[in-house]
């Protein structure tokens, strides 16, 4: 259904999220994203805190990012599409993420928890990053 971008209506309350960037009941811009919706024959995709989690995790371990939570929210959109079969695989695109996640660092502590605490020894880091992290080297 394609709302008219001029009457555009708050939401009565805001969402509850992670992605505390995104959380306006009415986003300032709205009409303008709407419009170039329309005029490129683009799409929405809703994602949820989990799939943000998890492209916060892909940013973190594939790119070493660290993405604050609307940051990390158009690639979350972009793997959806990618699996809703809206966009190809092998298509190129630019994800871009906004957010740095000291923007939010409260975040890492709900979600990942205390880092662990170690002696200044490689192999503690190693041992560590495998156990409490599943990163392997």
């Known amino acids: 259904e394609k709302a008219d971008p001029d009457k555009i209506r708050p939401w009565e309350k805001p969402p509850e999220t992670i992605a505390t960037g995104l959380e306006d009941t009415f986003p300032w811009d709205g009409d303008a994203g709407l419009r170039a919706l329309y005029n490129t024959n683009g799409y929405g995709v809703v994602v949820n805190d989990d799939e943000i989690l998890e492209a ?74 495998k156990k409490h992290y599943k990163v392997e080297f």
């Open 56 to 129: 916060m995790k892909l940013l973190a371990s594939l790119e070493g990012l660290f993405a604050e939570p609307s940051g990390a929210a158009g690639l979350a959109g972009l793997i959806k599409a990618i699996n809703d079969g809206k966009v190809d695989k092998d298509e190129t695109i630019v994800v871009l993420v906004t957010g740095h996640g000291l923007k939010d660092p409260d975040i890492v502590k709900k979600t990942a928890g205390d880092a662990p605490t170690i002696n200044p020894d490689p192999k503690e880091f190693f041992e560590a990053a």
